[in-house]
């Protein structure tokens, strides 16, 4: 028989939406829905009507759903309602725990999804249904009774039976209501529901549908009672469990089962058939009662009995899993709190401490022991007290539901603590804050850095805004992303025409492109330069020099940035260009007294010999000697004039591939006579070493002025090397000596054991008339002029020098891959060859041309001799005969040298040009000389030195 009365579900929420979300979810169940939108019209509801199932809200208007349930719980008919929570507030572990203080049976997050709801709400109603089943079926025990008493006699023993059935169902119910585990249920229900169904044993187990096993969680039998976690067996012991799941109850033929020791067990309890009953919770089956005895089958109110059991079983082993839950939970919080590194505390209303972790304690400086019963105000620096109460305040009104502030604290040692704390309430049902549970984290060392930061950017902003130099920062696009008030002046735009904008505004619009395209190639490959001078025409037409520093600055999460310092250097370089032009004109004056001083000497050597040998006083015979202290004096002149053009780096070179062992082998000797017999000369000279390209004579020079330097260094005597070696200078060195480019070179060094120099003198000794002789003494060209033919022959010079220990001079002159020369000559001392051809020389100076001439004849060259280069010319279209060799002056008057090789050469295509000069190259350049493959002979020369030339230029296979 059915009950026709259909369920009643309270649903408590002050959210119409909410209300008509779960009457949408439970729409077709068939239950009576009731709507309340309050928790005191729940109550006004619960007045007039039982309920099987509530669903509340907790935040609402008026008393909130905690207090509600707890109101409902004191009237003794919902004291076992189900009741489920539903929120979207209240999702903490706390309000878990809470909610369940009061009963609930389930708590869900709104919004809930409509099919769990409806499968929860189901269950619960199909628990009801049974519960009232059973009182229906109490109900019609009674009428039964009554009719009992009416026939005394007949029905006497059914009525007793009956009595006993309702005290044992009564016995049964307050025994599961007051179970708290599955001993109390073994011990107070299930004997007694033995009794009621009189059977010989009853069981519950509870089911794993994972793995196919059962747990006999508890039993009541005839001889004893066994109290689980017991003995696990196969669920196939329980029947159909598909059917179960269904909530069908099965029955069981133990007959029918398998031999094994379960069966064996089950014979031994006298039980040969037994019923399976389902339990179902939540829509799962987590279980089942069975009982049993000898009967082969059992009555429908057996399987009723059971039914309700059963039921009533689901509930409160739900309820003891919440509980387990519960306490797990309360655990897992415990262990969070008393085991994590986060440093955590609970205090009172009053803001005392009630409860402290290790870490927070550690992070105070505090034993936890000292810590409890301080106040979180006397830890708070004075400073943030007001800020962490209006905090609090809001927290207590529920306005917020936490707060975090950032606030200093005072440790034990009176040390300030920087923190980050989170504060969250724990309140009562009422809604009433109880306690405060905060975490907090040191935040010291960010704070530090956060104000080193703050500094480091106000001391920039200082440097940035009054600098006197340009600031400028653009990111990769070219774009300008902030400039300097220096900046804005410097290029006469103001700000907001600058940033914002691509760099090259400040240019004319011609160069924008080229120059915007160029830039971001270089900061795309990071190469742009670290520093450089440039002239640059801004738009306004100024020209301007300008020394720019650029570096990359790359800033956490953002992309790098060229910060260039650009400072205006046009007053600074026309101010050095005055200086250098003062300097020259002082320079000029030095020069011309030490360039006096030597040419005098040199006159009085060259005039005294010349009167002598003209007078008639002095013998013949001596004639020779005083000719070679002339030519001597001549060639120390001409010395003195290459030394001059050197060190202006105007002299006209003629580089050949060269040999430095060879070299400075042939001048050993002369060099060894140079420095005397109280100095030793030492050579080590690398076997394999390369060439170099270089003029010999040049070279020549830059070996006979160091030497003669290290000598002077050397007043009393010591020790000269002269090494020769072969080196690869990398990028790291190149970087460390300014002159030097990275490369294959051949090093030349000239080291002494001398006087050495300090580091005033060594700073200068490559400038221009430095010396450190008395006045007069000489012209301090002799470094200045090594320092320019090096330079010239694309080579670096670098000193290495202290007081007291001797000079090194190491010259880099590159090498070329050439093969070394098959003799260990070199060009400057190949012997003088006699010669026949004709030879046509313009020369305007009459010394010059009648010198040039006699040197040819002597050597077997007919000469025809022209003063000027119009005659020349005329010489040249009368002459019948083959002319071999042109030899002109550069600068002559009417016709330059150049002009009449172009004629002569237009007569006579094969002769070939020999060009003579005294002027420095400028003005060889400006006369067109100066083009691959010309013949050129400085002035002066000696005899030898031009025969020679001479006979280069007519077997060489250049004709011009």
Partial sequence: MTNPLKPNVLVVDDSRTNRLAVEYALAGLDINLIKAESGEDALRHARQRDFALILMDIVMGGIDGFETGQLLRKDPRFELTPLIYLTGSYQDDVSRAKAYSVGAVDFLLKPADADVLRAKVQVFVELWKKSQEVKYQTAELTRLHDELEQRVVERTAELR???????????????????????????????????????????????????????????????????????????????????????EPQLVDVNSLPPGPEVDALFASGVHTYAVIPMIAGGDLFGALSFGGPSGSYSSDQISIAQGAAAQFAIVLMQARLHDRLKRQAREFQSAFEDTNVPMGLTDINHRFVR??????????????????????ELTHPDDLAESFAQRELLNAGKVPYFQIEKRYLRKDRQVLWALANVSVIRDAAGKPLQYIGQVQDITERKQA??????????????????????????????????????CRMVGMPREALEGHPFTLIYPEEQRAELLAAFQKRFTASTTEPYYTKEIVLRNGRKVHLEISNSFLEMTGQPPQLLSIIRDVSDQIQMEAKLRQAQKLEAFGQLAGGVAHDFNNLLTIITGYSEMILSETIPVDQHAGFIREIRKAGNRAASLTR?????????????????LNALISEAEKMLRRLIGEDI??????????????????????????????????????GHLTIETRNVELDQEYARRHAEIKPGRFVMLAVADSGCGMDEAIRANIFEPFFTTKEVGKGTGLGLAT?????????????????????????????????????????????????????????????????????????????????????????????????????????????????????????LRPNIRVLY??????????????????????????????????????LDGSSAR
């Fill in 161 to 247: 039976k009956s009595e006993e059935r309702l005290r044992i169902l009564h016995q049964i119910d307050r025994a599961l209501i007051a179970a708290e585990g599955p001993e109390a249920i073994a011990a107070a229900a299930l004997p007694p529901l033995r009794q009621l169904l009189g059977v010989n044993r009853v069981v519950v187990n509870l089911f794993n549908l994972a793995t196919g096993e059962v747990e006999w969680l508890a039993a009541a039998g005839r001889r004893r009672v066994h109290v689980g976690p017991g003995v696990r067996y196969s669920i196939r012991l329980m029947g159909d469990v598909e059917a179960l799941q269904r909530g």
């Fill in 356 to 377: 402290v972790n290790a870490a927070l304690a550690r992070m105070f400086g505090y034993s936890v022991e000292e810590l409890l019963g301080k106040s979180m105000p």
């Fill in 450 to 487: 956060e104000e080193a930061l703050r500094q480091s950017e106000m001391q920039f902003r200082l440097v940035w805004e009054n600098s006197l130099d340009g600031m400028r920062l653009t990111d990769s696009h070219g774009m300008v992303r902030r400039v300097n008030d220096a900046f």
């Fill in 643 to 659: 030394q001059l053009l050197a060190f202006s780096r105007k002299q006209m070179l003629q580089p050949v591939e060269l040999d």
């Fill in 680 to 717: 030793d000369l030492a050579t080590a000279l690398d076997p394999d070493l390369g060439q170099v390209k270089a003029d010999p004579g040049q070279i020549e020079q830059v070996i006979m002025n160091l030497v003669v330097n290290a000598r002077d260094a050397m007043p009393e005597g």
């Fill in 786 to 906: 090594v320092h320019g033919i090096v330079k010239q022959s694309g080579g670096s010079i670098e000193v290495y020098s202290e007081v007291g220990r001797g000079t090194t001079f190491k010259i880099y002159l590159p090498r070329v891959n050439a093969s070394p020369p098959s003799s260990k000559s070199w060009p400057g001392l190949s012997p003088t060859l006699p010669g026949t051809e004709t030879i046509l020389l313009a020369e305007d100076e009459e010394g010059v041309r009648t010198t040039v001439q006699l040197a040819l004849e002597a050597h077997g060259y007919k000469v025809l001799s022209a003063r000027s280069g119009l005659e020349a010319l005329e010489l040249c279209r009368q002459h019948p005969e083959a002319i071999h060799l042109l030899m002109t002056d550069v600068v002559m008057p009417k016709m330059s040298g150049r002009q009449l090789a172009d004629q002569v050469v237009g």
């Fill in 916 to 953: 003579l000069s005294g002027y420095t190259d400028d003005a060889v350049v400006r006369h067109g000389v100066l083009e691959a493959g010309a013949a050129f002979l400085q002035k002066p020369f000696t005899p030898r030195a031009l025969t020679r030339k001479v006979r280069d230029t």
